[in-house]
Structure formats: structure tokens, C-alpha cells
């Protein structure tokens, strides 16, 4: 079934929903970004519209309400994430909620810091909430544990930051200082020129807090203050060659069990499982009945977050 849908943010995920939900039988009819809008209940022209975002810095010549006062089916909000009050972004779920429309989110603040708040709109509406795409960009982690169901998985634990472990596999693979492999990632794209989303574990923590929020299955809520974190700034890399003097390394780990949740620099063994390399991530689940399971792939990026978000859309068909 072909769903209308509004995209709020066209950073590189908005975009590439944009431009790839053609491919998997859906019209997008508005989209947005902090400036302004363009809508078309026939379906907006992708080549046309960021055509002149890059040529007058706007996607459209409406006000970005516009797009969220347009007829969808389905929001797609993909603004950057904040911290705290998660504005505009919780907003922006609430008018389409309000709406009785369906959205799907890339933007971790709202299922991050106002996980109750979230809840209580989507309980008064007939549309759906899915967020497939805020933690672990194409991972079907959030996917896994509907199938599983919540109950069994005790424990989810791993390397959900590309950035880090980028920075973090460097250092170890050829003995540089943080400082330095830093500078190269920001050269390469892989770090942004502000870091300390990345750097700090913010990033990470937010993600380990939505898991932890979607695993307590409603007997807790968590945002990122309930949260133990460390990044990995003052990590020298004779760290990592003492580590791997005995068989391991370093990688910013994180978990969400029953005891709450936690980022930091762990040690972890050179072949484990969570010893992933570059900008992949890895999720690892305790369950039950069924031992641990590993999911990995790329966490990031604008193609792949859209898939996450299509699969999403494709849910609600």
C-alpha cells in the first residue's frame, strides 16, 4: 500500500528518505527543513527541491508549519537531536500525533528524553510512533526485540557509536594518539567538526537509553541523566598498547539492564564479538531462552538510517 508521507529535516537521512521512498511504493508530499517547505499533494519534485536548497539554502517557499498542516499519512521527523526538552522535534510528533497520523522517527530526543510524554500522545491518538531508525541506523535492533519480545531479553550491551570506535580502532591499529586519529576522521567526514556528541558517549548513551526504555517494556522509564557516562577523550594511546600486550583493547561499550544504563571505555578481549572495526556497530542481547545474539552493520549514514525508517513506514502499510 502506497502511504503519503512528510519529511521534517533534510540533513542526509531526510534527504535519502526523499529520495528513496519511491523505491519502496510511497509518495512523500511535504517536506521541510528549519527555513521553509514544500508541499504537493501529487508528490514533490526530489531532483527540483534540493536543487534549490543548494542553490538558495530553502527546499520550498512555504513556512516548515506548512508541511505538518499538509495531508500525509505518516511524519517522518529526522531533525537533529536535543537534549533535554527535545524541541522542536517533540513538537513536531505532537502536531502529527494530534493528527492521528503515524510517525516515524530518526531523532532520538523524543524517545530518549521524553520516552513517558511520548507514550501518553500516542496512547490519545490512532496514529503510531516506530523508531526503528534512532538507534543503530540499519540495525533491525529495535525490530529484534519486538520479535523476541522485551520480556526475553534480559541484557543489550555494545559499540553503538561509528565515531568513536573509528577514533578508537586507529589508536590501536597504529599506535597514534587520540588527538591525532581525531583530526583524520574530521578529514575523512567520519567526526564532525564539533566531536563531543561522538567523543563524550552523549551519542551512545542516548541510544542505550531508548534500549533500556523499549526493554523495561513500561516498568521504567530512563532518560540521559539516568545515565552513566564516559567518552573517551583521555584515553593515551599507551592504553591501548598495554592492552593489547595482554590480549585486548579498548572500545566504548555500552549497556542496558536492569541495573540502569552505562557508557564508558571498556576493555574488551582482541577476537570478542564486540571488537568491531571502523564506523560499524554491534548490538549484543542476553536472552532468555536463546543464549546471545549479535547484530552488527552500519550504524550510521543517510541511506542506510532510511532504510530503517522505510521499514518502519512499510509496518504501518
Same mark, same amino acid.
Given at each position: 500500500?502506497?502511504?503519503?508521507?512528510?519529511? #521534517?529535516? &533534510?540533513? %542526509?537521512?531526510?534527504?535519502?528518505?526523499?529520495?528513496?521512498? @519511491?523505491?519502496?511504493? +510511497? =509518495?512523500?508530499? /511535504?517536506?521541510?527543513?528549519?527555513?521553509?517547505?514544500?508541499?504537493?499533494?501529487?508528490?514533490?519534485?526530489?531532483?527540483?527541491?534540493?536543487?534549490?536548497?543548494?542553490?538558495?539554502?530553502?527546499?520550498?517557499?512555504?513556512?516548515?508549519?506548512?508541511?505538518?498542516?499538509?495531508?500525509?499519512? #505518516?511524519? &517522518?521527523? %529526522?531533525?537533529?537531536?536535543?537534549?533535554?526538552?527535545?524541541? @522542536?522535534?517533540?513538537? +513536531? =510528533?505532537?502536531? /502529527?500525533?494530534?493528527?492521528?497520523?503515524?510517525?516515524?522517527?530518526?531523532?532520538?530526543?523524543?524517545?530518549?528524553?521524553?520516552?513517558?510524554?511520548?507514550?501518553?500522545?500516542?496512547?490519545?491518538?490512532?496514529?503510531?510512533?516506530?523508531?526503528?531508525?534512532?538507534?543503530?541506523?540499519?540495525?533491525?535492533?529495535?525490530?529484534?526485540?519486538?520479535?523476541?519480545?522485551?520480556?526475553?531479553?534480559?541484557?543489550?550491551?555494545? =559499540?553503538?557509536?561509528?565515531?568513536?570506535?573509528?577514533?578508537?580502532?586507529?589508536?590501536a591499529a597504529e599506535g597514534l594518539g587520540y588527538e591525532h586519529v581525531l583530526a583524520e576522521a574530521q578529514d575523512l567526514g567520519v567526526a564532525e567538526a564539533d566531536p563531543a556528541f561522538?567523543?563524550?558517549?552523549?551519542?551512545?548513551?542516548?541510544?542505550?537509553?531508548?534500549?533500556?526504555?523499549?526493554?523495561?517494556?513500561?516498568?521504567?522509564?530512563?532518560?540521559?541523566?539516568?545515565?552513566?557516562?564516559?567518552?573517551?577523550?583521555?584515553?593515551?594511546?599507551?592504553?591501548?598498547?598495554?592492552?593489547?600486550?595482554?590480549?585486548?583493547?579498548?572500545?566504548?561499550?555500552?549497556?542496558?539492564?536492569?541495573?540502569?544504563?552505562?557508557?564508558?571505555?571498556?576493555?574488551?578481549?582482541?577476537?570478542?564479538?564486540?571488537?568491531?572495526?571502523?564506523?560499524?556497530?554491534?548490538?549484543?542481547?542476553?536472552?532468555?531462552?536463546?543464549?546471545?545474539?549479535?547484530?552488527?552493520?552500519?550504524?550510521?549514514?543517510?541511506?542506510?538510517?532510511?532504510?530503517?525508517?522505510?521499514?518502519?513506514?512499510?509496518?504501518?502499510?
Amino acid at each position: 500500500m502506497s502511504l503519503r508521507l512528510a519529511v #521534517v529535516g &533534510v540533513g %542526509a537521512v531526510g534527504r535519502s528518505v526523499v529520495e528513496l521512498a @519511491p523505491d519502496y511504493g +510511497h =509518495v512523500v508530499t /511535504a517536506v521541510a527543513d528549519s527555513r521553509s517547505s514544500a508541499v504537493d499533494p501529487d508528490g514533490i519534485d526530489a531532483d527540483a527541491t534540493f536543487e534549490r536548497k543548494e542553490r538558495e539554502g530553502v527546499v520550498g517557499s512555504g513556512d516548515p508549519a506548512d508541511a505538518l498542516a499538509a495531508e500525509y499519512d #505518516v511524519l &517522518v521527523e %529526522a531533525t537533529p537531536t536535543t537534549l533535554g526538552d527535545a524541541e @522542536p522535534g517533540f513538537s +513536531h =510528533v505532537r502536531a /502529527a500525533l494530534e493528527r492521528d497520523r503515524h510517525v516515524v522517527l530518526a531523532n532520538k530526543g523524543p524517545v530518549a528524553e521524553r520516552y513517558a510524554d511520548l507514550r501518553a500522545l500516542e496512547a490519545e491518538s490512532d496514529g503510531t510512533v516506530q523508531f526503528e531508525a534512532a538507534v543503530g541506523g540499519a540495525i533491525p535492533i529495535l525490530s529484534t526485540i519486538a520479535d523476541f519480545g522485551p520480556n526475553q531479553i534480559t541484557a543489550a550491551r555494545g =559499540v553503538l557509536n561509528g565515531t568513536a570506535n573509528f577514533i578508537l580502532s586507529r589508536m590501536a591499529a597504529e599506535g597514534l594518539g587520540y588527538e591525532h586519529v581525531l583530526a583524520e576522521a574530521q578529514d575523512l567526514g567520519v567526526a564532525e567538526a564539533d566531536p563531543a556528541f561522538d567523543v563524550d558517549g552523549t551519542d551512545a548513551a542516548l541510544k542505550f537509553v531508548i534500549l533500556a526504555n523499549v526493554l523495561s517494556d513500561g516498568a521504567a522509564v530512563y532518560s540521559l541523566d539516568d545515565a552513566e557516562v564516559e567518552g573517551i577523550r583521555s584515553i593515551p594511546a599507551s592504553a591501548l598498547d598495554l592492552a593489547a600486550e595482554d590480549g585486548r583493547t579498548v572500545r566504548l561499550i555500552g549497556e542496558a539492564t536492569a541495573d540502569g544504563v552505562r557508557v564508558g571505555p571498556r576493555l574488551v578481549p582482541q577476537h570478542d564479538a564486540l571488537t568491531v572495526t571502523g564506523t560499524r556497530n554491534i548490538v549484543q542481547f542476553e536472552t532468555v531462552h536463546a543464549g546471545q545474539l549479535h547484530l552488527s552493520g552500519r550504524g550510521a549514514g543517510g541511506p542506510e538510517t532510511a532504510t530503517a525508517i522505510l521499514s518502519d513506514v512499510s509496518r504501518l502499510e
